[in-house]
């Protein structure tokens, strides 16, 4: 079963206007994180954004925020002002207690297109 | 952020030869490293989780003697892909979780595509 649902394949923004990139997920665990990941075309994985399970606020990261909703297990990244350079794929993951050691499972990703 | 190195970026070769992969963490100690598989506009799929000192817990699927892996140190790990072959074509990319916060983090190499002919 799909643990890390990414509904979006495609999304477009106007420059300097906000965009949501939705991100939903399944676990029984307690304690979990939640990640945010940009891959421009170059391949490298960038690491923007995190989420603690028992964080009770949002969290912010300059132009990146959360919105974390808990109860409905979903953790959305919203990119304020967006610019041409944001442009890339954006990965939800998840990272999860198994077996003594943590693993990371990453949602099927959202391709952004910021237009000028 | 911290910092993960990979080497080779890029690699082409023939059928049947065995490439080698290394991912370095350049300025922590990762006991745990990560390997993926990226196809081309895919997610990332965990290969193995490469532990250092001891055996490399690889995914279901996923071929040991294919992909061999060794910790060799904790900052580094490596990926040889053995009697390659044109299916095994793909973006690998690795990754080391970093204490700290936000609790382990994973930071990524740039990726290694490889080409097999």
């Known amino acids: 079963a799909q643990k890390i649902t990414q509904t979006q394949p495609g999304m477009f923004v106007q420059e300097k206007e906000a965009v949501t990139l939705d991100c939903t997920y399944d676990?029984?665990?307690?304690?979990?994180?939640l990640f945010w990941y940009k891959q421009p075309s170059s391949g490298e994985m960038i690491f923007l954004i995190y989420?603690?399970?028992?964080?009770?606020q949002n969290a912010t990261e300059g132009r990146y925020s959360l919105n974390f909703q808990k109860a409905r297990k979903s953790t959305n990244l919203v990119i304020s002002a967006s610019q041409l350079g944001d442009s890339a794929m954006y990965f939800c993951?998840?990272?999860?207690?198994?077996?003594?050691?943590?693993?990371?499972?990453f949602g099927t990703g959202t391709r952004l297109k910021v237009l000028a | 952020g911290a910092v993960v190195s990979q080497h080779p970026s890029r690699v082409i070769c023939k059928s049947g030869t065995s490439v080698k992969i290394e991912c370095r963490s350049l300025?922590?100690?990762?006991?745990?490293m990560f390997w993926y598989r990226q196809f081309p506009k895919q997610s990332l799929m965990l290969m193995a989780t490469?532990?250092?000192?001891?055996?490399?817990?690889?995914e279901q699927g996923v071929e040991k003697d294919k992909f061999l892996i060794n910790h060799a140190s904790l900052t580094l790990s490596t990926l040889t892909v053995t009697s390659a072959h044109p299916e095994d074509s793909s973006f690998y990319i690795c990754?080391?979780?970093?204490?700290?916060?936000?609790?382990?983090?994973?930071?990524f190499g740039p990726g290694t595509r490889l080409t097999v002919l």
């Open positions: 490469s532990n250092e000192g001891s055996k490399a817990t690889y």
């Open positions: 990754s080391a979780p970093k204490t700290g916060k936000p609790p382990y983090t994973q930071y």
């Open positions: 989420q603690g399970s028992y964080d009770e």
């Open positions: 300025d922590f100690q990762a006991t745990t």
């Open positions: 993951a998840m990272r999860e207690a198994t077996q003594g050691t943590y693993k990371y499972i």
């Open positions: 676990t029984s665990d307690q304690s979990y994180g």
